[in-house]
């Protein structure tokens, strides 16, 4: 019989601790640790000298007045069901050779509701492909310290694929799911027990459970989900233990295994919330480390203990404001990215690192490992995000991105290859630089085509107005005076791109993009005459500071909401959504097409600083939907044409308490091509990915071990180190 070497709550209260306490890394700002061993801390960069359009103090518009916030939306509890009857025990079997299996021992079949029940190893599979690895949790609550065991082998597995993780006390003794997915049984002639199907093969199954919760078969749980109670029941054999555990199985349907063996994956090397287990000589035995490395448990059978993570952030992060929280500054997100730098249809990830530009290829399943793809914009070469905006996008016309960089003497330029690397940068321009004194947060500069040719020009809002570059293949010719008004000086207006968005949009449908800015007063419109900007005109006397509308509290877009081919004005209230449809001259009267993440505690007490509201498409209709991280889970409200539907919890990952804003980004975009929008994460790990199925989003996967906030993972900061999927 397995002997465990912890009896009992009080055996294992008294054991030492292998290596101490579990250490939690404090990351700091000023002890970032760089990509590949570099040093991602910037240097200085030069400075600004004159500003050749001298800029006044900006006089105030009107009241800042926006409302204040109120408390941070409370998480709905999921429904408890009720547990069902324990699983039936069953005779003891005798384990086989001298090997020791506390799993189980019989015949197993894994039914799939409603009504079909699949052998779990008759076949075996040629192709052994799995799909992206869910983000793995330990299997009890956040804060709770359990004993647990090294890896071993199930009684007809072949690789060490279980974990044996055992409570200190009988209150703390709830089972909870390792990841998302759908609840399944496993059957066998004198009992059962139950797994979770994560997608992509990857499953679960947990044996030895009380009070299992069989009314959970069949249907979607989250990660953190009780399943039942550790325990020491035998439903299908195996050998009960000396003290009540879970034996927590990892499977995959696409292993290849002898015929008759199930397809169990070996779980060292495999991470389980902060923690990585290798294994040791010996069934039971192995390393628990940190995301650090440091040793923190070495354990002979089961010893104490781990401690599950909170899963809360660090504080503090970036001053910029990123109100779609994809780590991506407001000013330099007015431009258009796209990182599908291959052209095969999926976007693939740019990232800003110290020693340069890193790029990794998304290929639907997961993104290749991070390679240096020009030694250029980065904070070693003094590219800072507070004064330097980059942006990637092709600028030449030939299909392929580039990044664009505006740095201190003007506009630099590296052309992609269409590859993971970029020629070296060259000037494009000698102005919109910040030794001409171009401010972020004063001096908007937007990348879009003006003139109509294919090819975007640089958009200034400068001092004493708007000021265009065109862009002729490979130079951006000298600005040109395109409108004296929407500037930052008194004469220009008093423009600040920190209280006052401006767009450059095709309101007309001429096919020229026009300017849009909300100003004190409300939303002003300049037509694009083709080689300037006519007059602005006030079009809607809404949506403006007088009214109460600031920046962060209160994001205004503009983008077409309802498919008609105009873009509308889309504003997050105080209590709701408002829509301003466009007329082609203009904008119609604010209509409110949900009264959802509002900041009225109403609407939900959603916080700009905090609660990232965007649009994407996630269900894949072709119409932009609100996706919005709130505290602890991530809402959607489905677009129907002429209004949002209801609020709803689309998956419990993802909140701001465990992805703090700042820190971790969060894009929503379509990462596998099949036209719907996904969450992509920057983890403290490396880059989490939960497909959308059109009517939730899946269990979160692992799609990279780089680019996370953590030092062993780079040491990636929001506010150093811009991270970009975009398309």
Known sequence: MLSIAVAGAAVLASLPLSAGTLPEPSPTASSQVGESGADPNPTPAADASPTPFPDPPAPTPGPSADPTPAPTPSATPAPNPGASPSPSPSPEVVPEEDHEHDGPTLPLTRELPPDSSIPIAPLRLTVPQYGPQPVFRLPFAPGIRWGASGSHSDSDGINRGAIDFSPLSSKDRAVRT?????????????????????????????????????????????????????????????????????????????????????????????????????????????????????VVLTSRRVTCCLTASTRIGPTGGSTLPDTDGNGIDDYSDATA???????????????????????????????????LGLNNFGTSQSWQRSTHPRMVLDVTGDGKPDIVGFGAAGVSVATGTGGSTFTAARS????????????????????????????????????????????????????????????????????????????????????RPDLVGFGAKGVYVARNTG????????????????????????????????????????????????VARGTGSGFAQPVRWTS????????????????????????????????????????????????????TVWTTDFGSREWTPGWMPRSVVDVNGDGRADIVGFGRDGVHVALSTGSRFGAATHWSDGFGWDSSIGGWRVWANPRAVAF
């Not at 039942?228 to 349907?253: E, K, M, R, W, Y």
């Not at 959603?606 to 894949?620: M, Q, Y």
């Open 178 to 294: 390792v990841a998302a997915g759908t609840v399944y049984r496993v059957r066998c002639s004198t009992g059962w027990f139950l797994g979770v199907d994560h997608g992509g093969g990857w499953m679960s199954e947990y044996y030895h459970l009380t009070n299992a919760k069989s009314s959970l078969v069949g249907q979607w749980v989250e990660a953190g989900t009780t399943i039942g109670t550790a325990g020491q029941t035998l439903p299908c054999g195996g050998t009960p233990g000396d003290s009540a555990h879970v034996h927590l199985s990892i499977l995959n349907a696409a292993l290849d295994v002898p015929s008759g063996k199930r397809k169990y994956v070996s779980v060292s090397g495999i991470q389980f919330d902060n923690y990585t287990l290798r294994d040791s000589s010996g069934a039971y035995n192995g390393v628990w480390r940190n995301l650090q490395g440091d």
């Open 337 to 371: 990215w796209d990182t599908d730098l291959n052209s095969n249809g999926l976007p693939d990830l740019v990232a800003f690192g110290g020693p340069g530009t890193y790029t990794a290829f998304g290929n639907g399943r997961g993104f290749t490992s991070r390679q």
């Open 428 to 511: 494009w321009l000698r102005e919109f630089g910040t030794d001409q004194g171009w401010r972020v947060g004063v001096h908007q500069r937007i990348v879009v085509d003006v003139t109509g040719d294919g090819r975007p020009d640089i958009v200034g809002f400068g001092g004493a107005g708007v000021w265009v570059a065109r862009n002729t293949g490979s130079s951006f010719a000298k600005p040109a005076l395109w409108s004296r008004e929407m500037g930052s000086s008194a004469a220009a207006g008093g423009w600040v791109a920190s209280r006052h968005p401006r767009y450059v949009v095709d309101v007309t449908g001429d096919g």
């Open 531 to 578: 080689s300037g900007f006519a007059p602005m005109t006030l079009v809607r006397a809404e949506f403006g500071t007088d009214q109460g509308w600031g920046v962060v509290q209160h994001p205004r877009r503009v983008m077409d909401i309802d498919g008609d081919g105009k873009p509308d004005i889309v504003a997050f209230s105080a209590r709701g959504v408002l």
């Open 596 to 647: 959802a993440f509002g900041t009225d505690a109403a609407s939900g007490s959603w916080r700009g600083d905090v609660h990232s509201r965007t649009f994407a498409d996630v269900n894949g209709d072709g119409r932009l939907d609100i996706v919005g991280f709130g505290s602890t889970r991530t809402y959607v409200a489905l677009n129907r044409g002429s209004s949002f539907g209801p609020s």
